[in-house]
């Protein structure tokens, strides 16, 4: 088939290697660069965990897949972008029933080595980290962090290298069903497909009305940090980290390439159109700051170096969109990452090619439309993230 994939962020990329290896043409289009300045998979880092995500064991299956893909991909780049330094959580407590004790339980099932610590254990593996006396430690050494935007760069010149046709610059306008094939206004142009697939992020609900109803986009802030001991929070010796995931969700990064490390918050922000600004809060900063005083003194003593906005595409459930769009049989929907969709980059491409070759993929059920976005359905609860909640609420 004759396939164009409009959006050139870790879906698209992923979504164009993998139909391109499976003998289909491939044209992308990226209304930027690869990666694109505001796009949501242009950051120095993203986290690859596969803990918090409840007793499902979906999530799970995939991003462990992605890994070994993550790894097979590192061989052919120039430097790796792909960094096992493990994760940390802080808990304020581990019950039965929890997401992260069902996780646990999965992963240890699996045969995961995850370590439960005590709070005395935790500051001794991880003094640069305070943790309160009725806390809970959880660590993976499996888990670290990929250089998102570095990744997605080297993947678009994989993708040329393959023979994907990739058009960077140049925004697609409009797409139009034609039932039996899909037409594009590419630059005052017409292009048409066979199939389609919108990997747009953000702007996919102005490529596609449909999908407005179901996907919400919010604004989320990081901050970046230069610290005095870089020895101490180099990525041997501290974790990607974060605390209580399910209420403040404080988070961040060991030592990074470009020689700072990284803060941010889990909990959804505001919700804003794509094209604002993105530059960082002194709102923000504070609150970073003040976290940071009590919890990870080192790093707060630190030199700020930039702070900014990225974006969130969430859908109503937090679990991703791989299906048709309502209403169509040849326009494809990859998207609705929902905070959590960049480490499944490796693995994401076969759930996207194989959907659109209508053949069954084991771990595609939770991203199947259905009716999550006919304008109906609400929001999930604040709180626990719909991704991470167990098998009897999804």
Not at 222 to 233: A, G, Q, R, S, Y
Not at 252 to 263: A, D, S, V
Not at 319 to 339: K, M, Q, R, Y
């Amino acid at each position: 088939m004759n396939i164009g994939v409009v959006g050139g962020g870790i879906f698209g990329v992923a979504s164009a290697i993998e139909l391109r290896l499976r003998g289909h043409g491939v044209s992308l289009f990226e209304q930027g660069t690869i990666p694109a300045q505001n796009a949501t998979s242009n950051d120095v880092s993203k986290a690859i965990r596969r803990t918090w995500y409840g007793d499902d064991d979906t999530y799970v299956e995939l991003v462990e897949r992605a890994a070994a893909q993550w790894r097979e991909w590192d061989r052919g780049f120039d430097s790796p972008v792909y960094h096992q330094s493990g994760t940390y959580l802080v808990l304020n407590s581990l019950e039965a029933g929890s997401p992260m004790y069902e996780s646990i339980k999965v992963l240890t099932g699996r045969g995961a080595q995850i370590e439960v610590m005590s709070p005395s254990e935790g500051r001794a593996r991880f003094p640069q980290i305070v943790v309160g006396a009725d806390e809970t430690c959880v660590y993976d050494g499996w888990g670290g962090y990929i250089e998102s935007g570095r990744a997605v760069a080297n993947l678009g010149a994989k993708a040329q290298v393959l023979g994907v046709e990739v058009r960077e610059n140049t925004p697609v306008s409009e797409v139009e069903d034609l039932g039996a094939s899909v037409r594009l206004s590419v630059e005052g142009q017409s292009r048409e497909f066979d199939r389609l697939v919108v990997a747009a992020g953000a702007w996919t609900s102005r490529l596609l009305s449909q999908m407005s109803d179901g996907l919400h986009i919010t604004q989320q802030e990081m901050l970046l940090i230069e610290v005095d001991d870089k020895d101490l929070f180099s990525p041997g010796t501290m974790p990607v980290w974060s605390f209580e995931p399910d209420t403040d969700g404080w988070y961040g990064f060991p030592l990074l390439r470009e020689g700072y490390t990284k803060i941010s918050k889990e909990p959804l922000g505001e919700a804003v159109d794509p094209d604002i600004d993105r530059s960082g809060t002194e709102s923000f900063k504070n609150q970073a700051m003040a976290f940071l005083g009590e919890r990870i003194p080192g790093m707060a003593s630190g030199k700020i170096v930039g702070g900014r906005k990225c974006l969130y595409t969430n859908t109503t459930d937090d679990h991703f969109v791989i299906d048709w769009a309502p209403g169509s049989e040849t326009v494809l929907v990859a998207g609705g990452g929902s905070g959590h969709g960049f480490k499944f980059g490796g693995s994401i491409g076969e759930v996207v090619a194989d959907t659109l070759e209508e053949k069954e993929h084991p771990q595609a059920r939770l991203f199947k439309t259905g009716s999550r976005f006919d304008g109906n359905v609400r929001r999930h609860e604040q709180g626990t993230r719909g991704f991470a909640a167990s098998r009897n609420g999804v």
